[in-house]
């Protein structure tokens, strides 16, 4: 089945199997029927609301049933799903809400230590003067209408939201009440081709990329990868339970989610996705396969809780934890390269046997309906195989487009998407992976823009230069380094920028490692730019001292 939109896909699995287990929470199970009823819901109390196809509406919350739900109602009005990190600051909530235009937020009170109402409010000073039910008006954020809050009690903690979830589903029951044949005629006019999901991620300035896809790549990216059973989810079958560690509003975790639902898998929801907690949950037995790479399997078995054959009864739920599972394919460490560009992996191998043959840093080859090629950074000429060069893709699963940008920025007159990634193709195909072009860093599987650091670096006071770079690391890609230059008489220690910089930037993106430098003595350019890889090699010698 290709080339369906997300509510037709999402018909299909109702069809199939009502009952079917969609996933499983503290809350209990939810099945296909249950979660067709509490979208249906959602998405009515949606366009009595206002909202209507192309509206674009926020998801801030973690993994669980309402999110799934959530995601499932404003696709099946048609509507474009922004989805927001959990681990916003206030200061990347407000980016995020004010330029991606959203008109109403579906969010979380709180998660764990986090608390987003607060953030919404630091975020916004001005909507504390908000009253009560009406529609939102705020300067800082002028197209937000509503926020709506998943708390029984919303109107007590967030006197200035629109409600409840349960208070957004009832808006649509008034005496001309929005019926689900109306709904259902909603979404046979959503398409393939309609804007389905906004997506976050760092991009080579201090700024985010807000990545554009479609209602067709959304749906026919996981069922391509739910088919094949080599990259992610991997060798899954129908009836397994699935753990997924991966945010759901991180492209990993929702294509992990849409292939797991799409091949009949529970996904399991569970607060806390520490290692330690997946281990309790290992160790019950509820789970089949845990999502997540080898930094997880190895953080699991570090547990002092752990004890030897916990994960006998695990199979590997993506390629490369087959490193651990099947010693055979020890030497695997990559399944293939994804970016959020692409919605996953747009290189990789179609049988567990193709990595047999996988050489260090191969990447495998471009996947059906995916095209690469090597151009040279200076000239934009392809070049011969086995010369590294700029990776440049295309292909049906290619964004539409970055929001707020015109196409031009996004892509050159062929239609190719110059990654920024340096790589070399053989000749049989294969891809190789060498470094990034750019300075991004790569930590963990989430990209992390050295500019956006070194602003919130400089916005503490005492701090008078800062460079952020990245440095290898074997568990988790790289770490976040950063060189400090204090001002004359400064006093600075790691403590206290750990601390100032927990308010501006999620807690992946704070550096590991601080290290401090007179600004007389920093490795310059000609024309005066911070000499990076100088720094680096300086910190490996153990020149620089450690704040």
Known sequence: MTGVSVPQWWRCVVDRDPDFPVCRSDQGVISAREMDRRSAKVALGLLAQGAEKGSRIGILLPNSPEWIFCWLAVQRIGGIAVLLSTFSSPRELQYTLRHADVCILLSADAYLNNHYIRRIETAFPSIRRQQGTNRLYLDDCPYLRGVWVNADNASEIAPWCQG????????ADTPTALSDEFLQRIEENVCPSDLSVLLYTSGSTSA???????????????????????????????????????????????????????????????????????????????????????????????????????????????????????????????????????????????TREGYLGYAENCMGKALPGMETKIV??????????????????????????????????????????????????????????????????????????????????????????????????????????????????????????????????????????????????????????????????MILRGELPAL
Not at 258 to 270: D, K, L, M, R, W
Not at 415 to 439: A, K, M, P, V, W
Request: proline share 5%.
């Open 164 to 171: 409840s979830f349960a208070d957004l589903a009832a808006s």
């Open 208 to 350: 985010p990329k807000a990545v554009l896809h479609s209602q067709f790549t959304v749906i026919d990216m996981p069922m391509y990868l739910a088919e094949v059973q080599s990259i992610i989810p991997f060798e899954q079958n129908t009836g397994d339970r699935t753990l997924i560690t991966n945010p759901y509003f991180w492209v990993g975790g929702l294509i992990t989610l849409v292939a797991s639902i799409q091949n009949g898998a529970t996904v399991v929801c569970q607060e806390d996705l520490s290692a330690a907690g997946c281990l309790r949950t290992i160790q019950r037995g509820d789970v089949d396969s845990v999502s997540g790479n080898m930094s997880l399997v190895r953080a699991i078995i570090n547990c002092p809780e752990y004890r030897a054959g916990d994960l006998d009864a695990l199979k590997p739920q993506n390629a490369l934890q087959l490193a651990f599972f099947d010693p055979e394919y020890a030497h695997i460490r990559s399944a293939g390269l994804a970016m959020t560009e692409t919605f996953g992996p747009h290189t990789g191998t179609t």
């Open 376 to 537: 040279d950074t200076e000239t934009g000429d392809s070049l011969d195989t086995g010369l590294p060069g700029e990776l440049c893709v295309r292909g049906k699963w290619l964004m539409e487009g970055f929001y707020k940008r015109l196409r031009k920025e996004a892509f050159d007159e062929d239609g190719f998407y110059h990654t920024g990634d340096e790589c070399s193709l053989d000749d049989q195909g294969f891809l190789f992976f060498h470094s990034r072009i750019g300075s991004m860093i790569k930590t963990r599987g989430a990209n992390v823009s050295p500019l956006e650091v070194e602003s919130a670096l400089l916005d503490i006071d005492g701090v008078l230069e800062a460079a952020v770079f990245g440095l290898p690391d074997a568990e988790i890609g790289e770490k976040v380094i950063a060189v400090i230059a204090p001002a004359q008489s400064a006093t600075l220690s790691e403590q206290r920028l750990r601390s100032e910089l927990r308010a501006a930037l999620s807690s992946y993106k704070t550096p590991h490692e601080f290290y401090a430098v007179d600004s007389m003595d920093m490795p310059r350019t000609p024309s005066q730019k911070i000499k990076k890889p100088e720094l680096a090699a």
